[in-house]
């Protein structure tokens, strides 16, 4: 079955600095997903990746989507503790988009 | 626009009592409905999806039970709770138009926690 692993598992950072959030899957991806989760709450649709070297941005945070299409990446520029909370990556298999898999989410602290 | 909610939001239940948490979807048609669970510090388990009413595919083999008995409702239950399943439970829809590779649309969630 399919694994996503995630890096790191938490990350502090001093507000203003920029940080990268990993995503690795056991096998190839067919639809990448971040989603966002404050402490306690559902989780937020961030953005989807499909296609392999494709880049999204939404406000200051662009994810990317590897050639091979087995790793993604979370960019935040300029963090802000509005950033602080668990940001999680998601996959479907190649059976379908019925069944989204995720990664254990990384805790992401930000010092003002 | 379409919303989804789930209830009750906090569960204070002793071991072996019943449990059954509802999650509506309001605002889209025929939607696949999923209920997954997060323990502390650790990821999202995809516990049961459904792609239909009265269809449910179970991922793990445990103690919980779904059921479908509408369009857009599903509901998670337990005959008898066990301490292990403590964790925060979340309701989640997808549509279908466009394809199966869509985003989830996730409930507010519930914290059950067993005594």
């Known amino acids: 079955s399919q694994e996503l692993e995630q890096s790191p598992q938490s990350l502090i950072v001093q507000e203003g600095k920029n940080l990268t959030i990993n995503c690795t899957s056991s096998k190839t991806l067919y639809g990448l997903y971040w989603y966002k989760q404050k402490y306690g709450e559902g989780l937020i649709f961030l953005m989807m990746l499909q296609k392999g070297g494709e880049e999204k941005s939404h406000e200051k945070i662009t994810a990317k989507l590897d050639e091979k299409k087995q790793q993604s990446s979370l960019h935040i520029t300029a963090s802000q503790p509005s950033h602080a909370g668990i940001y999680l990556c998601?996959?479907?298999?190649?059976?379908?988009?019925?069944?989204?898999?995720f990664g254990a989410g990384t805790r992401l602290f930000v010092k003002a | 626009s379409q919303t989804i909610h789930q209830w009750p939001a906090t569960l204070v239940q002793p071991v072996g009592s019943p449990l059954s948490l509802e999650c509506t979807v309001e605002g889209t048609s025929n939607p696949n409905l999923y209920w997954y669970r997060q323990a502390a510090g650790r990821g999202l388990q995809l516990l049961f999806y459904s792609v239909g009413i009265g269809q449910i595919s179970s991922e793990v083999p445990q103690n919980l039970s779904a059921s479908r008995p509408q369009d857009r409702q599903f509901i998670l239950s337990s005959k008898k709770l066990l301490l292990s399943d403590s964790g925060f439970y979340l309701c989640?829809?997808?549509?279908?138009?466009?394809?199966?590779?869509?985003?989830?649309?996730f409930g507010e969630g519930s914290r059950l926690t067993v005594l």
């Open positions: 998601g996959a479907d298999g190649r059976t379908g988009g019925f069944k989204t898999i």
């Open positions: 989640a829809w997808k549509g279908r138009l466009a394809g199966p590779t869509r985003e989830l649309f």
